[in-house]
Nanobody, 126 residues
C-alpha cells in the first residue's frame, strides 16, 4: 500500500504563488506515475499535471500550462507543484495521486490512479 500526504495549500491573492508538496510512503517501489488533480465545489475532479515517478516527460493541463510546474525529489519520495500567477479559478481542493503501471491506462484520467492523498485546499482571493 502507498500513502500520500499533501501539504502547502492556503489562502493567496490572485497573481500570487504557492508550492504544494506530496510525500509518498509505504510501497513506493510500486509507483509508476504520479499526478496532481484538483476538484472545485460542484465540479468533477480535474487533471492538472502528471509524470513518471522515475523521470521523463511531464504533462500539464492546458489550463495551467506555463503557470504550474511539477517536480520530484525521488530521494525524499516527494512531489511538488509550484503554482504561479494564481487565478480565482484555481481555487479547489488539490489532490496528489499515484498509480501502478497498467496497460492502456491514461495519465490524465482519475480512474487510472490507485492511491490518493486527502487533499490540500487552495483558495485564491481577489
Amino acid at each position: 500500500q502507498v500513502q500520500l500526504v499533501e501539504s502547502g495549500g492556503g489562502l493567496v491573492q490572485a497573481g500570487g504563488s504557492l508550492r504544494l508538496s506530496c510525500v509518498a510512503s509505504g510501497r513506493t517501489s510500486s509507483i509508476y506515475g504520479m499526478a496532481w488533480f484538483r476538484q472545485a465545489p460542484g465540479k468533477e475532479r480535474e487533471f492538472i499535471a502528471a509524470t513518471a515517478w522515475t523521470g521523463g516527460t511531464t504533462y500539464y493541463a492546458e489550463s495551467v500550462n506555463a503557470r504550474f510546474n511539477l517536480s520530484r525529489d525521488n530521494a525524499e519520495n516527494t512531489m511538488y507543484l509550484q503554482m504561479n500567477s494564481l487565478k480565482l479559478e484555481d481555487t479547489a481542493l488539490y489532490y496528489c495521486a499515484a498509480r501502478q503501471w497498467r496497460a492502456g491506462s491514461r495519465y490524465s484520467k482519475a480512474n487510472a490512479y490507485d492511491h490518493w492523498g486527502q487533499g490540500t485546499q487552495v483558495t485564491v482571493s481577489s
